[in-house]
């Protein structure tokens, strides 16, 4: 079933509304393209959706928490069905789409590490509907979500990775 913004939605037994990660491509910054959430490169996978460039430093904190707690700092070069990983993904309006290649290389040149650029996954999307349809109020913060490839959000938290959130992100993250 499908929302008036785009995203689907799940109905759980309750008959609750259940946001659901939406259908997009993205393209990690080696140049793969994906479908997302099938793509996503884990059973569970944490994304971490930043809109703004000054988000940077708080994704970084959310991915070192990740691997501090065991999670594989990349996909690249991991082999088989991982249970859990971690991804980046800036969200870009798709008026910037003409200018991809320019801002994609702009973020490669500045990162340069290839397993950073693995797990970092740009979509070039409308961000307005993208933010309705996992129920984001906007573009202030980062969002960190634990996905599964079928798009179920098992677990999600904004803003800084407080000891509290998480909790519960790496609860589900390691299928607790």
Same mark, same amino acid.
């Given at each position: 079933? !499908?929302?008036?913004?785009?995203?689907?939605?799940?109905?759980?037994?309750?008959?609750?509304?259940?946001? =659901?990660? @939406?259908?997009? !491509?993205?393209?990690?910054?080696?140049?793969?393209?994906?479908?997302?959430?099938?793509?996503?490169? +884990?059973?569970? !996978?944490?994304?971490?959706?930043?809109?703004?460039?000054?988000?940077?430093?708080?994704?970084?904190?959310?991915?070192? =928490?990740?691997?501090?707690?065991?999670?594989?700092?990349? @996909?690249?070069?991991?082999?088989? %069905?991982?249970?859990?990983?971690?991804? %980046?993904?800036?969200?870009?309006?798709?008026?910037? =789409?003409?200018?991809? =290649?320019?801002?994609?290389?702009?973020?490669?040149?500045?990162?340069?590490?290839?397993?950073?650029?693995?797990?970092?996954?740009?979509?070039?999307?409308?961000?307005?509907?993208?933010?309705?349809?996992?129920?984001?109020?906007?573009?202030?913060?980062?969002?960190?979500?634990?996905?599964?490839?079928?798009? !179920?959000?098992?677990?999600?938290?904004?803003?800084?990775?407080?000891?509290?959130?998480?909790?519960?992100?790496?609860?589900?993250?390691?299928? +607790?």
């Amino acid at each position: 079933m !499908t929302d008036e913004a785009g995203g689907s939605t799940a109905r759980s037994a309750a008959g609750e509304s259940a946001v =659901r990660f @939406p259908a997009v !491509t993205g393209r990690t910054l080696l140049g793969v393209e994906l479908a997302l959430p099938g793509a996503f490169p +884990a059973e569970r !996978t944490l994304a971490v959706v930043a809109f703004r460039q000054w988000h940077q430093a708080v994704v970084d904190r959310w991915i070192a =928490r990740a691997v501090a707690d065991g999670m594989p700092p990349t @996909p690249r070069g991991l082999v088989g %069905e991982l249970p859990a990983a971690v991804v %980046e993904l800036p969200v870009l309006a798709t008026a910037w =789409r003409p200018v991809r =290649r320019f801002i994609d290389g702009g973020m490669t040149a500045g990162i340069g590490d290839p397993d950073v650029l693995a797990r970092t996954i740009t979509i070039y999307t409308d961000v307005g509907r993208f933010q309705r349809s996992l129920a984001i109020p906007g573009s202030d913060e980062v969002h960190a979500l634990v996905v599964t490839r079928d798009g !179920t959000i098992l677990a999600r938290a904004a803003g800084e990775p407080q000891d509290r959130e998480w909790d519960g992100i790496l609860a589900a993250l390691r299928g +607790a």
